[in-house]
């Protein structure tokens, strides 16, 4: 599976910004789906993860309430809905699929394939 990420940009603090990652070489409708970020210095981590035919999420402690994760699987895609964007949400963010258990979301090892990557600032 190919994944490309796009969406990224500059926002201001409590701004709003949907990220979308597009699959392509296999349907995404077999593969969990997930979101990590990495800021500068910083380790990869979990953002949010949904299931393959959408009807469960989970989300980081950080961005719960604020993020939300929906999927296409018509239309191989993935999204990230961000509002109420922080300084701190400042980050590479980057999609990612897996095959694996439902439970083994948090993990980068857990994943099977990843996206380039797309730049979110917010500015303060």
């Known amino acids: 599976v190919q994944l490309q990420a796009s969406g990224g940009g500059l926002v201001q603090a409590g701004g709003s910004l949907r990220l979308s990652c597009a699959a392509s070489?296999?349907?995404?409708?077999?593969?969990?789906m997930g979101w990590f970020r990495q800021a500068p210095g910083k380790e990869r981590e979990f953002v949010a993860t949904?299931?393959?035919?959408?009807?469960?999420?989970a989300y980081a402690d950080s961005v719960k309430g604020r993020f939300a994760i929906s999927r296409h699987n018509d239309k191989n895609t993935v999204f990230l809905q961000m509002n109420s964007v922080k300084p701190e949400d400042t980050a590479l963010y980057y999609c990612?699929?897996?095959?694996?258990?439902?439970?083994?979301?948090?993990?980068?090892?857990?994943?099977?394939?990843w996206g380039q990557g797309t730049q979110v600032t917010v500015s303060s």
């Open positions: 990612a699929a897996r095959a694996g258990a439902w439970s083994d979301q948090v993990s980068t090892r857990a994943y099977d394939y």
């Open positions: 070489g296999r349907t995404i409708s077999n593969y969990y």
């Open positions: 949904i299931s393959r035919s959408g009807a469960a999420t």
